[in-house]
């Protein structure tokens, strides 16, 4: 007789307690992935959180499975070493926007190219949160933070299309507020065989105000490409279609 064991979203909380501001985005991430863990029924002997550095990044330690929290930046590198040593463990890799399209840039575009076996959780507050609010690679034009007292001169890089043109075969953006969302989308993206990005919008309320929650609820958007393998094609381009302009869409499926 075997007995299977039963997985709940508290199964998978450590003792350590998140030391993350009161009201921060990432404990919705943190929610959403203990309840995808659980549905999935994720054994925690057989999966390993890897994450860079930031307040992000401190997320394998709030997980009951195995974890890494590494170096800033070398969260994929490491997850792809997890991932070739032992192909049958489930990995995923999370972090911040500064950790994965800043110093970590390189290894998102060519983990996305080889296509291996990971899902990537991006936690995007568009602010480097744990160096207390510089602007980094998503931070929008024009807005004011500590290094862009007179605004960000730059126009900022969307880390969904940059998955796409790398050529990963399952891409969406979530909102940290919207727990239901974030697990379903959280669920596809670990049962998905290949390169899955989740890039979740994650307000800093220290760094970046009150009203950055407002503005990336309503930003959020999916955009999705599927190898044919464990997506619903179809409903998500149709998704993608009712959020997006035409111009816009037409620029990241083509
Ligand atoms: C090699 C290296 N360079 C710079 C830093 C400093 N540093 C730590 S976290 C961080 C940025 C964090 O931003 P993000 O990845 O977006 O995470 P968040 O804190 O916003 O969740 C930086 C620049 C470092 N720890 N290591
Ligand atoms: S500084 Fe920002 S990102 Fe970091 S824990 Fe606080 S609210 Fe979250
Ligand atoms: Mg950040």
Request: charged share 20%; with cysteine; hydrophobic share 40%.
């Amino acid at each position: 007789m075997t007995c299977e064991a039963v997985y709940t979203p508290n199964s998978y909380k450590t003792d350590l307690k998140p030391v993350w501001c009161p009201g921060c985005g990432d404990f919705g991430v943190l929610n959403s992935l203990y309840r995808a863990l659980a549905d999935l029924k994720c054994e925690p002997h057989d999966t390993v959180v890897v994450s860079g550095i930031g307040c992000s990044s401190r997320l394998p330690g709030y997980v009951e499975t195995y974890g890494f929290n590494s170096l800033h930046g070398r969260a994929l590198p490491i997850a792809t070493g997890v991932k070739l040593a032992a192909p049958d463990l489930t990995v995923v890799a999370v972090g911040g926007d500064g950790d994965g399209i800043a110093i970590g840039g390189n290894h998102f575009l060519h983990s996305a190219r080889r296509n291996l076996d990971i899902a990537y959780i991006m936690m995007d507050n568009e602010i480097y949160g744990l160096t207390k609010g510089q602007a980094g690679p998503t931070t929008p034009i024009g807005d004011k933070t500590k290094s862009t007292t007179y605004g960000n001169p730059d126009e900022a890089v969307d880390p969904c299309a940059l998955a796409i043109a790398f050529g990963a075969s399952w891409v969406a953006r979530g909102f940290s507020g919207d727990i239901k969302g974030t697990t379903e989308l959280m669920k596809q993206a670990i049962a998905h065989k290949g390169f899955a990005f989740l890039n979740i919008m994650s307000p800093c309320v220290t760094w970046r105000g009150d009203d950055q929650f407002k503005e990336l609820r309503a930003k959020t958007k999916v955009y999705a490409r599927s190898g044919g393998r464990s997506l619903n094609v179809t409903e998500i381009i149709a998704e993608a279609a009712r959020l997006l302009p035409t111009a816009k869409l037409e620029e990241v499926l083509a």
